[in-house]
């Protein structure tokens, strides 16, 4: 799934990286908590969070996440776009909650493990 189709499914507003749009990512998560994500999330991946600090690009950047969703309309900070772009992270932000986000992306076939339908 391209990070374009990502934006469309979740209705969300690109707030760095529309160079990225045709960024392939191959699996998704959804946490708060860092540490899972350290644990569980699989390369290339979707993060959606609603923890708005720069830690979550920090853990992006380690894990190979090519983009951030930022989810319940949470606004990241001026320091965290520059992060992101520093990293070549892409950072949306979507009205959806965690759980409607997560459901979206899964029905639309992003696994947490990279499989397909």
Do not use: W
């Not at 990070?3 to 959804?30: F, K, P, Q, R, W």
């Not at 606004?75 to 965290?80: H, L, Q, R, V, W």
Request: aromatic share 4%.
């Amino acid at each position: 799934m391209k990070i374009a189709e990502v934006v469309t499914l979740l209705n969300a507003e690109v707030l760095y990286g529309n160079d990225l749009l045709n960024v392939e990512v191959e699996s998704g998560c959804g946490s708060d908590m860092m540490s899972d994500v350290l644990a569980f999330v699989k390369d290339r991946a979707v993060m959606l969070t609603g923890l708005v600090n720069p830690q979550t690009i920090r853990t992006a950047e380690m894990m190979d996440i090519k983009c951030v969703v930022f989810i319940r309309g949470k606004n990241p900070s001026e320091m965290i776009l520059q992060l992101a772009e520093e990293k070549g992270i892409a950072v949306l932000k979507t009205a959806h909650g965690m759980y409607s986000s997560c459901g979206i992306l899964y029905a639309a076939g992003l696994r947490s493990d990279g499989s397909a339908l």
